[in-house]
């Protein structure tokens, strides 16, 4: 009997200090993992490029931990926080977030590494948001939503479930916004039709708030687009539309209670002219676009017959980008598909990451 506790003695004074490791570990991940506020939910905008792995909410103050999950490293360059998520100050991998935002940093993060951020503080109730934008492997530049907190109060009356609920869709995110002002920017249920509810992310922020996202499936892959085509210049639309999350059918219902739209197109490219070409003096090269409706605007014009601004030309010298880079302004949004003319040459590439830029409509 002795022998076995004296053995029992020395095993805990030789590995106990490896025990508490091992404890203390387990105890902080389960920290970071499990929220420990009620009916508390994270969700990633993107996450089959940015992984939630956990997040937390505990006496005010949010920790989310993401992973890297685009194949490559990342650079973070710019980090918003919005709703109910403050900084008090905030952390990035210990880097200090308004140091990231000021320029005086950046946090690169390798492929399956881990971005963890810590001391964001919540105010209490609602939803909160990380913003956070960053240049991926290919040196494109994306960003991704990160949301989580309380679900806004779930009755303004006894008994009847709040705007914006499974079991009371909104019209639409402009709808939930009218009818409960100052509601926090996240997941709601619309039903724009009467007949079909389903689930949509709603900015309640920006521009007067309202707008329901319409995501993308996938990016159009940054490569040679027409491999097929007998390596000549000509105009062509890409042979597939742009797949997004959501059916044409439900897009087109949001469109029809919808009076505005917006989306950002990004074009990367390496030799392949998107809107005005520098040497030629002209802008015979530009894309032309069409509309999840089938409408289609001009190409090779100043004018695009709609209302956009540009926002960078980077490959207006017919060289390696960076990119190409349109706002527009139309209810008719998502862009589904670009016409292009400069694109016949193995070295000619192009494509655009859309799913780090959605469509808007309200």
């Given amino acids: ?17 490896a025990l508490v490791i091992i404890a203390t570990v387990v105890g902080v991940l389960v920290f970071i993992l499990t929220p420990s506020v009620s009916n508390v939910t994270f969700s990633s905008s993107d996450p089959s490029k940015i992984l939630l792995k956990g997040g937390n909410i505990a006496e005010g103050e949010a920790e989310v931990l993401l ?3 685009t194949g490559g490293g990342i650079t973070v360059v710019l980090v918003a926080l919005s709703g109910s998520f403050g900084f008090s100050p905030v952390f990035l991998n210990d880097v200090l ?9 950046t946090v690169a993060v390798p492929a399956g590494g881990e971005l963890y951020f810590t001391g964001i503080r919540y105010s209490g109730s609602g939803a909160g948001a990380i913003d956070m934008d ?14 989580g907190g309380e679900p806004a109060s779930s009755s303004e009356e006894e008994g009847v479930a709040a705007l914006g ?6 019209v639409s995110c402009k709808d939930i916004l009218s009818k409960r002002p100052g509601v926090e920017s996240g997941f709601y249920w619309i039903d724009p039709t009467g007949s079909d509810g389903f689930q949509v992310y709603c900015d309640m922020v920006s521009g007067g708030g309202g707008w329901t996202r319409i995501d993308f499936a996938s990016d159009l892959p940054h490569q040679w687009q027409f491999p097929d085509e007998g390596g000549v210049d000509a105009w062509r639309w890409l042979p597939n539309d742009f797949e997004t999350v959501l059916s044409k059918e439900r897009i087109e219902a949001i469109q029809g209670v919808s009076t505005d739209g917006k989306q950002r197109y990004v074009g990367s490219c390496v030799g392949v002219l998107h809107w005005y070409y520098t040497s030629g003096s002209s802008y015979d090269y530009g894309f032309g676009f069409r509309f999840l409706n089938g409408d289609e605007t001009s190409h ?11 926002v960078e030309d980077g490959c207006k010298n017919n060289g390696t980008g960076p990119q190409t880079v349109w706002d527009f302004e139309d209810v008719r949004v998502p862009i589904v598909n670009v016409y292009s003319r400069d694109n016949g040459a193995s070295s000619e ?9 959605p469509a808007w409509l309200r």
Avoid at 1 to 17: C, D, I, P
Avoid at 134 to 147: E, K, M, W
């Fill in 97 to 105: 977030v308004t140091e990231i935002n000021l320029g005086h940093e």
């Fill in 67 to 69: 992973q890297n999950i």
């Fill in 165 to 170: 609920s499974e079991s009371n869709p909104g």
């Fill in 1 to 17: 009997m002795f022998s076995r506790a004296q053995a029992g003695l020395e095993y805990l004074v030789t590995y106990g200090w």
């Fill in 134 to 147: 960053y240049v991926d492997f290919a040196g494109l530049s994306r960003q991704v939503s990160v949301t």
């Fill in 300 to 310: 090779g014009t100043e004018a695009l017959g709609i209302n956009f601004s540009l």
């Fill in 349 to 357: 590439w192009f494509g655009s990451p859309l799913t780090s830029n």
